[in-house]
């Protein structure tokens, strides 16, 4: 069955550094995959969309790459600052629908 | 504020009740998804409707349903409601359907809660 893990442990990070987050996925053969933002007791938001013949995308101090070989994108957050604590939700596209991860929790400590 | 609204905000009611939750897309925005999450499942995607009609089912229970509108609003019926349906339910919209920017909005939720 198609499954997508991301970490369950809250990434604490130090303000400043770059936090990384991984996601995977098995059984999937995505043509795109998502990133999207949520807030506790809030709708997610998205961040990016990176494609399966794109290997890296950027906005801002986000970047995602997408490696279809490992099954495996990576999101990272270049100088963290607090107000980047949040959980971030991995959603690749396929089967004519997105799906989305457990997420992981960011907590950007001052 | 992401231009999709979803009524109530938050809802209580008891087992075997039957309860109604409505989301108006973003002006112009054809898709509407419905997803629940609770706090061990995640989001989990429910249904998927496209100018009225339904796209694609995902874990939705018989005991729910939905529809969409010739106005493009939408309402998830949930009915002989277990305590197991706690969750918030979230409502997206995006332009269109299975395509490469599939870019969903989401609303602020509604939070069900049976008691």
């Known amino acids: 069955s198609q499954k997508i893990e991301q970490n369950s442990e809250a990434l604490n990070i130090q303000e400043g550094k770059t936090a990384t987050l991984t996601c995977n996925y098995t059984n999937y053969s995505p043509a795109y995959l998502q990133w999207y933002r949520q807030d506790p007791g809030r709708g997610p938001v998205f961040l990016l969309l990176i494609r399966e013949n794109e290997k890296e995308k950027r906005k801002e101090r986000l970047k995602v790459t997408f490696d279809t070989t490992l099954k495996q994108s990576l999101f990272h957050i270049t100088a963290s600052q607090p107000a980047d604590s949040a959980t971030y939700l991995c959603a690749p596209f396929g089967n004519n629908r997105l799906a989305f991860g457990k997420g992981n929790q960011v907590v950007v400590i001052p | 504020d992401s231009g999709v609204t979803q009524t109530p905000k938050h809802l209580i009611t008891a087992t075997g009740q039957r309860v109604t939750l409505r989301c108006s897309p973003r002006?112009?925005?054809?898709?509407v998804y419905w997803y629940q999450q609770s706090l061990d499942q995640g989001l989990q995607f429910l249904i998927h409707y496209y100018n009225g009609e339904e796209r694609a089912k995902g874990n939705i229970l018989e005991r729910f349903s939905a529809q969409q509108f010739p106005d493009l609003h939408s309402e998830l019926n949930l009915s002989s409601l277990e305590l197991g349906d706690s969750a918030l339910y979230f409502c997206?919209?995006?332009?269109?359907?299975?395509?490469?920017?599939?870019?969903?909005?989401f609303g602020p939720g509604t939070r069900l809660t049976v008691l």
């Open positions: 997206a919209s995006s332009v269109v359907v299975g395509q490469l920017t599939d870019t969903q909005y």
């Open positions: 002006s112009g925005d054809l898709s």
